[in-house]
């Protein structure tokens, strides 16, 4: 039996999906927004009179860019009212993801972090111009700037995440030691093997979404991320377990309460093996992709 045939702008749209959805999730940190965005971009694609398409990546890379800038300003409104620290939905990724060094840090949960500081269109400018290797003219087009503007937006976009973003180039298996440090204090209630790998300014972030128990604020210090660990581990030891895998590209950890997932941690590691920030996700609608791969795409 013969297989159907496929429609150009079908084939086109299946060829570039990875990478648009890597675009859409770096532009807003949620997989959830990134696939909607997908399907409006797809709405419009199959309009598009493809006889006068010159470049279709270029051209599905703008209508992407133009509807997660539109998504990025509703959700700035969302995350305006929402309970505690927001941080990025986490993605369980392949080791081909991990193994690709540029693709790993761009998605890792430490500089999503610091894309969160941008506004709506530096965002858009950097994560084209930095990670897709964007031209000025294409990114000109997809945000309505002319390619002067671009390049201005691009240049102080560039200063503000090299002036936040880690500075040290530290290897998977520096993280993969510090996390394994973490699961065992987890899993034994050894705080001591958590101490160990914290460094003293070590920052950590916990996102609840107002519906599961996290800190409202970030917790700063060794000390004090100590003693909050140590009054929750006092409740749930024996019945927590921690699983290592590959979230965004890097080394974390799946925390599983009595066999249910409870969330995931991720942590940004020094060069001297010190974890300097610890991102707990919790909130349930966050952790719907932490069961299966997603693949992503720079190209």
Not at 35 to 63: G, P
Not at 148 to 153: D, K, M, N, S, T
Request: charged fraction near 25%; charge should be negative.
């Amino acid at each position: 039996m013969s297989e159907r045939p496929t429609d150009p702008a079908t084939e086109t749209f299946v060829a570039h999906r990875n990478l648009l959805f890597t675009v859409a999730y770096e532009m807003l940190g949620s997989a959830a927004d990134a696939e909607d965005v997908l399907q409006e971009t797809w709405l419009r694609w199959v309009k598009v009179d493809l006889a006068q398409v010159h470049d279709e990546r270029a051209y599905l890379v703008r209508i992407t860019t133009r509807q997660s800038l539109n998504r990025l300003r509703a959700m700035k409104r969302r995350k305006e009212t929402y309970v505690g620290p927001w941080l990025p939905e986490p993605m369980l990724t392949s080791p081909d993801v991990a193994e690709d060094a540029e693709l790993a840090e761009s998605v890792s949960m430490a500089l999503m972090l610091v894309l969160e500081t941008l506004s709506p269109t530096e965002r858009a400018v950097f994560v084209l111009r930095e990670v897709f290797d964007v031209s000025y003219g294409e990114i000109a087009a997809a945000v309505g700037k002319s390619p002067a503007a671009v390049r201005q937006i691009a240049h102080r976009a560039r200063q503000h995440i090299d002036a936040r973003r880690p500075r040290e180039v530290v290897s998977p298996g520096d993280a993969r030691a510090a996390l394994e440090a973490m699961r065992r204090g987890f899993e034994t209630g050894d705080l001591q093997s958590v101490l160990d790998v914290l460094a003293p300014d070590v920052v950590l972030i916990s996102d609840g979404g107002g519906v599961k128990q996290a800190a409202l604020r970030p917790i700063v210090g060794a000390d004090k991320v100590a003693r909050l660990a140590s009054g929750g581990l006092s409740r749930v030891v024996g019945k927590i377990t921690c699983e290592p895998t590959l979230v965004n590209g890097n080394p974390a950890l799946v925390v599983r309460l009595d066999g249910e997932i409870d969330g995931v941690v991720a942590v940004r590691v020094d060069g001297a093996g010190h974890i300097t920030g610890i991102y707990y996700v919790r909130n349930p609608e966050k952790l719907s992709r932490v069961e299966s791969e997603t693949p992503l795409a720079l190209r």
